[in-house]
Every structure is written in C-alpha cells, then in structure tokens.
C-alpha cells in the first residue's frame, strides 16, 4: 500500500521560505510519479509541480515557475518541493501524491490514486 507523509509547512512572512517534504513507501514499482497539489480555502485544487522518478524529468504549473522547485532523493525516498518568495497567495494546504506505474509527468490530480494528508502553509505578515 503507497503510503505519503508531508511535513515541513508552517507560517512564514511574504517573501520568505520553506521546503516541503514528501515521503514515499509501500511500493517497488521501478516508475512512478511524484506531483504537490494545494487547494486554498473556497479554491479548487490546483496543481503545483511534478516529478518522474524515471529520468528526473519536472514539471511546473506556470505561475510557481521560478519560485518553486520539486526534487527528489531517491536514497531517501523522499521528494522535496522548495518554496522561495512565498506571496500570500500561496496560502493552502500542499498535498503530495503518487502513481506508480507512471512514466510520465503530471499535474492534473485525475492521473494520482495515492496521496498525502498534506501540510498547511500560510503566508502572512
């Protein structure tokens, strides 16, 4: 059973920031994919990024371009989502979620059957 555990969410101050933990577990699939969602409150859930555990290969929803970055320790199974020059528009609750057997990158939560409890993040002075 896929198991993801967030953590590393919290209060920070606009322009400041934080890193997002993922931990993965419970499968030996050789291909998944990693992606971090959020959903602010009276929002849909949007996508933020993804990863692909075959080649490395990430992907960004256009308005965390340059300000988030998604990575991956594969020893540790663990992907990380770095936050910088957080506004207070990035105020939600991060998910991340897995689907094994994936190759290839996605964004959309349709494509994702396992996921986290998620983390809040709140960006306020």
């Known amino acids: 059973q896929v198991q993801l555990v967030e953590s590393g969410g919290g209060l920070v101050q606009p322009g400041g920031s934080l890193r997002l933990s993922c931990a993965v577990s419970?499968?030996?699939?050789?291909?998944?994919?990693i992606g971090w969602f959020r959903q602010a409150p009276g929002k849909e859930r949007e996508g933020v990024s993804c990863?692909?555990?075959?080649?490395?290969?990430?992907y960004y929803q256009d308005s965390m371009m340059g300000r988030f970055t998604i990575s991956r320790d594969n020893g540790e199974n663990t992907v990380y989502l770095q936050m910088v020059s957080l506004k207070p528009e990035d105020t939600a609750i991060y998910y991340c979620?897995?689907?094994?057997?994936?190759?290839?990158?996605?964004?959309?939560?349709?494509?994702?059957?396992?996921w986290g409890q998620g983390t809040q993040v709140t960006v306020a002075s």
């Open positions: 979620a897995a689907q094994v057997g994936r190759r290839s990158c996605s964004i959309n939560g349709l494509d994702y059957d396992s």
């Open positions: 419970g499968f030996t699939f050789p291909y998944y994919v």
């Open positions: 990863i692909s555990s075959r080649d490395g290969y990430t």
